[in-house]
């Protein structure tokens, strides 16, 4: 059980804005203001959209957005589009320096 | 162009050890700190080692705290992760991962297979 819990799956059609969130339940995340997102397609390497909440390195979509509300962050998504599908993960970097990732979520475009 | 290559995965017998490498072009190595990053099949994502620039500060996960051990070689532009007394729980892709802005993690190799089974 990971202490970021991220929902197994979500949906929506191309166009659409969806979002993923990423809720901290252990304090073993630390102060959860180091957050990132990473998107993962199918049998390649995860890459990194979001970091430190809300920032994106160079070369990423504008529709990929983080934010953070309290103990849960969030990734959002717009204008879906089918190269979109794919599994995205939350990580945090915890306090006593180590790492946890949420358990992922599976982004299906309809 | 920045990559990173791993090598050395394969399959092993449990209790047996292996030897993984991951070699980086494109970018100045020893200015970067390096992490290991596995996911088991059909999982998610687990961080298991951390080493900074220059070797001396190591991090790593309970899950392999005491059988696992990442080394560097900067002259080589090389990471490694020599792994001990495997279990079957240890069978994963193996990926290594740059430590980037923030503490997150912008470049990743393609990762390899490590296969503990009898």
């Known amino acids: 059980q990971s202490a970021l819990t991220q929902p197994a799956s979500v949906s929506g059609s191309p166009g659409q804005s969806i979002t993923i969130s990423c809720t901290a339940t252990?304090?073993?995340?630390?102060?959860?203001?180091?957050v990132s997102w990473y998107q993962q397609c199918p049998g390649k390497a995860p890459k990194l959209i979001i970091y430190?909440?809300?920032k994106r390195p160079s070369g990423i979509s504008n529709r990929f957005s983080g934010s953070k509300s309290g103990n849960t962050a969030s990734l959002t998504i717009s204008g879906l589009q089918a190269e979109d599908e794919a599994d995205y993960y939350c990580c945090s970097y915890a306090d006593v320096s180590t790492w946890v990732f949420g358990g992922g979520t599976k982004l299906t475009v309809l | 162009e920045v990559q990173m290559v791993e090598s050395g995965g394969g399959l092993v017998q449990p209790g047996g050890s292996l030897r993984l490498s991951c070699v980086a072009s494109g970018f100045t190595f020893r200015g970067y700190s390096m992490n290991w990053v596995r996911q088991a099949p059909g999982k998610g994502l687990e961080w298991i080692s951390y080493?900074?620039?220059?070797?001396?500060?190591?991090y790593s996960a309970d899950s392999v705290k005491g059988r696992f051990i990442i080394s560097r070689d900067n002259a080589k532009n090389s990471l490694y992760l020599q792994m001990n007394s495997l279990r079957a729980e240890d069978t994963a892709v193996y990926h290594c991962?740059?430590?980037?802005?923030?503490?997150?993690?912008?470049?990743w190799g393609q990762g390899t297979v490590v296969t503990v089974s009898s």
């Open positions: 080493i900074g620039s220059g070797g001396t500060t190591i």
């Open positions: 252990s304090s073993d995340v630390g102060n959860f203001n180091l």
């Open positions: 991962a740059r430590d980037g802005p923030r503490r997150a993690f912008d470049i």
């Open positions: 430190e909440v809300n």
